[in-house]
Nanobody, 125 residues
Framework: QVQLVESGGGWVQAGGSLRLSCAAS????????MGWFRQAPGKAREFVAF????????YYADSVKGRFTISRDNAKNTVYLQMNSLKPEDTAVYYC??????????????????WGQGTQVTVSS
């Protein structure tokens, strides 16, 4: 069965960095577009970053552009999110997601087929 397992979350002071990982199994990872989302308490899940399966092209939410970098290693079936210059408003549970139908850049959660369980990121001021 398909599994996406996030890791790398934790507590960090504002201005610090974290690197999230998402290990995939049970699917042809190299043929999947991948996304990162986050959800803060009381708020809707929001798009963070996207990476294309074949070109490696990326797309970011305006709120993280220039601070976060999404990347992937198809040999390891893993997608990463490098987060720098973290701010308290980045505090959320972060989720990776897989789009098996490769319909281009997708920022709506409903367009993704599989989700990880999430990893908590807490940024203190």
């Amino acid at each position: 069965q398909v599994q996406l397992v996030e890791s790398g979350g934790g507590w960090v002071q504002a201005g610090g960095s974290l690197r999230l990982s998402c290990a995939a199994s049970g699917l042809t990872f190299s043929r999947c577009n991948m996304g990162w989302f986050r959800q803060a308490p009381g708020k809707a899940r929001e798009f963070v970053a996207f990476i294309n399966w074949s070109t490696g092209s990326t797309y970011y939410a305006d709120s993280v552009k220039g601070r976060f970098t999404i990347s992937r290693d198809n040999a390891k079936n893993t997608v990463y999110l490098q987060m720098n210059s973290l701010k308290p408003e980045d505090t959320a549970v972060y989720y990776c997601a897989a789009d098996l139908r490769n319909r281009g850049i997708q920022i709506m959660p409903v367009m993704y087929d599989y989700w990880g369980q999430g990893t908590q990121v807490t940024v203190s001021s």
